[in-house]
């Protein structure tokens, strides 16, 4: 049963993570860039980029380790822009992607290095 729908069994059912992650019922001001909203408990289901239930994503936690770490280290080190003129626009495929390249302009803070030894090959750059 979904909502008031009775399903007949067998009925193969696929969800869009980006609906649900878009629903106002869910997440207030869905279309707001605001990462502290993940500071309040999330309700079960809201949130299913690694899918859900008994066949989620086994590798979810190394996953979010990995872009966590990633994501800290490259902002530690460079500043990111969109280049000039570069628009982002979704598109629904498998997976929602973006419709063109997104272009970005990297600026690289010399002052700040990912902390590797001196005598590691390019320390110091990101790109
Ligand atoms: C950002 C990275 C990743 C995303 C967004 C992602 C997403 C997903 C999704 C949506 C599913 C289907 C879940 C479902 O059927 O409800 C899945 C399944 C799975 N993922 Fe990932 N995944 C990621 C990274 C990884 C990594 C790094 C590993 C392994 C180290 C991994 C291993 C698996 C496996 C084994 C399954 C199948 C689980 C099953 O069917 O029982 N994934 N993933």
């Known amino acids: 049963m979904l909502r008031d729908t009775v399903l007949p069994a067998g009925t193969q059912v696929l969800i869009s993570p980006w609906a649900v992650h878009h629903d ?7 279309e707001g860039f605001d990462p502290d909203r ?36 490259l902002v530690r080190v460079a500043r990111f822009e969109l280049a000039p003129g570069v628009g982002l626009v979704p598109e629904a495929r498998l997976g929602l992607m973006p419709a063109s390249p997104i272009v970005m302009d990297v600026r690289v803070e010399p002052t700040r290095s990912l902390g590797l030894p001196s005598d590691f090959a390019g320390a110091d750059r990101v790109v």
């Open 24 to 30: 106002r019922e869910l997440w207030p001001n869905p």
């Open 38 to 73: 993940f500071d309040q408990p999330v309700t079960p289901m809201s949130f299913i980029p690694f899918g859900g239930g008994p066949r989620k994503c086994l590798g979810s936690h190394y996953a979010t380790a990995e872009l966590q770490v990633m994501l800290a280290t």
